[in-house]
């Protein structure tokens, strides 16, 4: 079945106390996902907006970075990351993101379940 | 945890009997997707090439269209397929999907598992 974007759910959403909204284009919901994942969506941070930080247990969330830079902070670190990264999260681990430049920042989300 | 691409599997393999090569970028490998994926990763099919036609069981793929233009064949209905557009496979149901453009046509691709 293909599905267009317009058919799909969109939505701008404060997360985790970030600065201003993210925008989602959700790929698949959890149902689509068997309940084994919880999120997988294309997530577009414009310049200056973020997502705050937080911890993920008993799942991880990967950030696959399609366009731009963001300053993501894993568990403690600072790290400038940059399309084709993969960033990491679970097991009691924290994260943020910060779009820091002056273009839009695109990145696939995924958050697996234990 | 952040890996750059460098660092990560890159392959290039025939997909069920398709035309060519298609390169792939993984993202995470099945241990870090808990075993309830089998796949997640960033395609590129240059122009020509092809993933053959198979059928996917107690499992869904996920095509997330990034780049580029394909055509998919639907369980039996040919779509052309742009970037923004989910091509979702599964109970049985078949796909394939080729290049008949002239530029890369570039998907995230994630096989669920029931």
Same mark, same amino acid.
């Given at each position: 079945?293909?599905?267009?974007?317009?058919? &799909?759910?969109? &939505?701008?959403?404060?997360?985790?106390? =970030?600065?201003?909204?993210?925008?989602?284009?959700?790929?698949?919901?959890?149902?689509?996902?068997?309940?084994?994942? &919880?999120?997988?969506?294309?997530?577009?941070? $414009?310049?200056?907006?973020?997502? =705050? $930080?937080?911890?993920?247990?008993?799942?991880? $969330?990967?950030?696959?970075?399609?366009? =731009?830079?963001?300053?993501?902070?894993?568990?403690?670190?600072?790290?400038?990351?940059?399309?084709?990264?993969?960033?990491?999260?679970?097991? =009691?681990?924290?994260?943020?993101?910060?779009?820091?430049?002056?273009?839009?920042?695109?990145?696939?989300?995924?958050?697996?379940?234990?």
């Amino acid at each position: 079945m293909v599905t267009r974007l317009e058919d &799909r759910v969109e &939505r701008d959403q404060c997360v985790r106390n =970030g600065n201003g909204l993210v925008h989602f284009k959700d790929i698949a919901n959890q149902d689509e996902l068997y309940n084994h994942a &919880r999120l997988f969506s294309h997530l577009v941070i $414009e310049p200056g907006r973020s997502i =705050g $930080e937080h911890t993920h247990e008993h799942e991880t $969330e990967f950030f696959y970075i399609l366009k =731009g830079e963001g300053l993501f902070h894993d568990n403690g670190t600072d790290v400038t990351v940059y399309p084709g990264d993969v960033c990491a999260t679970g097991y =009691g681990a924290s994260h943020s993101l910060e779009n820091v430049s002056d273009k839009p920042l695109e990145l696939v989300a995924l958050i697996m379940l234990e």
